[in-house]
């Protein structure tokens, strides 16, 4: 990171204290309406998808085992596991895990299950789903199950085939472990209608209005006492970004427009004297995005079976210039983990070998290409889909202007949205594909997901014997400082392989409406958990 990005992050710090003491002193008010811009939802079965749009909506109505701390003293980046429904919780040994969940716990009061109690059949149910339907989409972070039990009504176990080191973060991890009816399974066959989200989260879906927006409504019955404090939350559908800008300006949005609540930093710029006269009120964060585009591709044949083709690749992409066109100058540069998981991300200056292929030396990329029998280079299809972000739409074009600039003439095929999230996101394309990648909590995530052989999201169809024995070690090792010298050995290897071109990540700014009191960003899916015990004071 640059000066000025350490500067920005400890600034960060000292503001998240400052909210949290305020929000200390102050006592929560009931009552009130949030709004966000955030997405149309390709549909509402979690479980079927990987894509944000699903999961963000879940956050809202489904409550998981274990969930992270949320709130202004939690630094982003940081995810530290507590419970949600299970009250209590144990490892009997390496391969056995028992949950105590909360008496009283109801679904929504609707139908078709009516407000009738989550019990420990729920939680076995929902993982055996997970584990058996076609098509589960986040089945890797769970196949390390061999059963689940209903002990007793309010007790559950899970036995493991092998240790698995990341069980309970997977558990938490608000992409795939909310917790569903089976009312709603049987009654709709799957989850993908608005009717069949039916949690037991803090709030409960009112209407969904395809493409223009969605309503939530608090839970009366909230297993939280007091909780949640904001009764209404308006969601908006909006993919034009002058427009949202100038909705946000206007004050019509409580949080930053994109992901995670964050505001592009060419946008902030643009609109930030504007809004210290419009807005005074607003609070900001910065942080690391654990979010990273990357450029995926058809290892398995030519000509990117060749190591050359993707080194060549890497060293072709100028991604200081990325930095400074697209994230204003400050951004951070990423190894296969993400630099925003500083726990796990080997520093760009320690990657040994593989370190010189993330360096912009485009004489070299085509002394490569030549040495792999690519002369004169070669044409080639990107698949993409824009996010309806200007970051990703400004990245694919720099990504196709750098490639062509060594004589690698790649065509960018847009999307839908839809339709890349299953079909490109799981290496189902021609060429190459091109997109940001899940910011994920953990770097199990990263790299077992992306990299073993035969995921479902492994894009580059990778089969490296090397790499895949080194992520079953790694998953077994529950000392963490072990685990973590494993986890970086990974990354050294696979910088030298370059399977994906991964690119960098912004310095991000998350922006909330100062009325908002007790919240705090990060790096997760969880609005839900983090807007839970917030309010509003106005």
Partial sequence: MSRRQFVAIGAAGLASATVSARAAAQTPRRGGTLTLRMWDPPHFDHILAHAYKTHVVTSFTHSRLLRHKAGPSIRPGSLQIEGDLAESWQQASDTSYVFKLRKGVRFHAKPPVNGRELTADDVRYTFEHILTEKGSANVSMFRAIAKIEAIDRYTARFTLKEPFAWFLDMI?????GAIVARECVEKFGDLKKPESAVGSGPWMLDNYRPNVGYTFVRNPNYFVTGQPYIERIEVAVDEDNASRMAAFIAGKYDLGWEFQGVISRTDWLQMKDTLKQRRPRLQTVEYPNAVMQHISMRTDK??????????????????QAIIDAVYEGVGVLNPPVPAALKDWSVPMDQLGEGGQYYKFDPARAKKLLAEAGYPSGFSASIDWTTYGSPIVVDTAQLVVKHLKDVGIDAQLNQKEYGAYISTTFYGKFDSMGFGPQTPFQEPDNFLFGQYYPGELKNQSHINDPVVADMLIRQRR???MAKRRDVIHEIQRHLAKQQYYVQLASAIQIAVWEGALKNYGPNVSYDYGGRLQAAWLDR
């Fill in 302 to 319: 030519a000509p990117f079976s060749d190591v050359r083709v993707r080194r060549a690749m890497s060293m072709a992409i100028n991604r």
């Fill in 477 to 479: 090792t529950q000392d």
């Fill in 172 to 176: 938490a991890n608000p992409m795939a």
